[in-house]
């Protein structure tokens, strides 16, 4: 199932983002990441928060995300600290891990479902087994707009730029960004994030020999 085929219901035709507008949806900030968690956990949306909080630990896309099965996240001894999934739109294994909210959410998600690994992790609401393609950019656009922000300036890449944008900030370290995004090529990553020739020099004066 390529990811070009997942149509969003709302705005744009697809969860991925259009082409030629890659980079369009900045990545969230630590606060807005702390801000839409407590709101999912006081709403007590156990689904929504174990989705929300793989989605920023996965860094997958939107297709990669929703098409997870339990397997994927759970061994026989308990939520996994690593996982390796194969990409839908690249046909390339991809690894992340699983922080501890995330497991967290997770378990307390997994406790409700009592599903069998090769069940769907987030299954739909209105259809039971089928997995929440259709809802998944629906979905980011009400999470967004519970901590007030603008649903047209936030969408699924949102979530999928925000570790990586992080960890290049903080190390400079492109080649984990591409690893960790599941980019063939190195030039893909430097325009999904956005990167300027600026940027690298800055990080080129800081390194010294």
Same mark, same amino acid.
């Given at each position: 199932m390529p990811?070009?085929?997942?149509?969003?219901?709302?705005?744009?035709?697809?969860?991925?983002?259009?082409?030629?507008?890659?980079?369009?949806?900045?990545?969230?900030?630590p606060k807005h990441i702390w801000a839409l968690r407590t709101r999912l956990q006081i709403a007590n949306r156990v689904r929504d928060l174990a989705m929300f909080n793989l989605a920023i630990d996965s860094k997958l896309r939107g297709c990669d995300l929703v098409t997870l099965k339990v397997g994927d996240v759970f061994s026989g001894s308990g939520i996994r600290t690593r996982s390796v999934?194969?990409?839908?739109?690249?046909?390339?294994?991809?690894?992340?891990?699983?922080?501890?909210?995330?497991?967290? =959410?997770?378990?307390?998600?997994?406790?409700? +479902? $009592?599903? *069998?690994? !090769?069940?769907?992790?987030?299954p739909s609401r209105s259809h039971s087994g089928v997995h929440v393609i259709r809802q998944y950019g629906r979905l980011v656009d009400q999470w967004v707009s519970l901590i007030g922000l603008n649903p =047209?300036?936030?969408?699924?890449?949102?979530? +999928? $730029?925000? *570790?990586? !944008?992080?960890l290049y900030k903080r190390t400079g370290n492109l080649r984990a960004?591409?690893?960790?995004?599941?980019?063939?090529?190195?030039?893909?990553?430097?325009?999904?994030?956005?990167?300027?020739?600026?940027?690298?020099?800055?990080?080129?004066?800081?390194?010294?020999?």
């Open positions: 990811c070009t085929s997942i149509k969003r219901p709302t705005h744009s035709t697809s969860l991925e983002t259009p082409a030629g507008s890659v980079g369009a949806k900045p990545p969230h900030k999934v194969v990409q839908h739109k690249t046909g390339q294994p991809v690894p992340f891990e699983i922080t501890e909210p995330t497991k967290g =959410a997770l378990a307390a998600w997994l406790a409700i +479902r $009592r599903a *069998k690994g !090769s069940d769907w992790l987030l =047209a300036d936030n969408g699924t890449h949102s979530l +999928r $730029r925000t *570790k990586v !944008s992080i960004c591409q690893l960790l995004l599941g980019h063939t090529k190195l030039e893909s990553t430097v325009r999904y994030l956005g990167i300027e020739v600026d940027d690298a020099l800055s990080l080129s004066e800081q390194t010294e020999i």
